[in-house]
């Protein structure tokens, strides 16, 4: 599967984007489609992932209220939408196709088999 990120950007604090994440190729493998997240001098982390299955979302503690994850089946697009952003959400943004059913390892990037490119969201105080 391929995936392409956009929709990064610089925005003051308190502010809004949305990131895009367009699939193509072999999506019937896909079984969730997630978001990490890399900020300078720190590991990557989950985000949010959303179930191919049954829809159901998840996300990291931190963005809980403040990003929504969504997709449009017509576009093969996932869209995660962060309101209320904060300095420390700075970071490049990832998207990633997780191929297996269980959803036990969805914080785990190694479970991913496909990842975008990355955009970069910069928030400023």
């Known amino acids: 599967v391929q995936l392409q990120a956009s929709g990064g950007g610089l925005v003051q604090a308190g502010g809004s984007l949305t990131l895009s994440c367009t699939t193509s190729?072999?999506?019937?493998?896909?079984?969730?489609m997630g978001w990490f997240r890399q900020a300078p001098g720190k590991l990557r982390e989950f985000v949010a992932a959303?179930?191919?299955?049954?829809?159901?979302?998840y996300y990291t503690e931190s963005v809980k209220s403040r990003f929504t994850l969504s997709r449009d089946n017509a576009k093969s697009t996932v869209y995660l939408r962060m309101n209320s952003l904060k300095p420390e959400d700075t970071a490049v943004y990832y998207c990633?196709?997780?191929?297996?059913?269980?959803?036990?390892?969805?914080?785990?990037?190694?479970?991913?088999?496909?990842w975008g490119q990355g955009t970069q969201v910069t928030v400023s105080s």
């Open positions: 190729g072999r999506t019937f493998s896909t079984w969730f």
């Open positions: 959303i179930s191919y299955r049954d829809r159901k979302i």
């Open positions: 990633a196709s997780n191929p297996y059913y269980s959803s036990s390892h969805l914080q785990d990037s190694r479970y991913y088999d496909g």
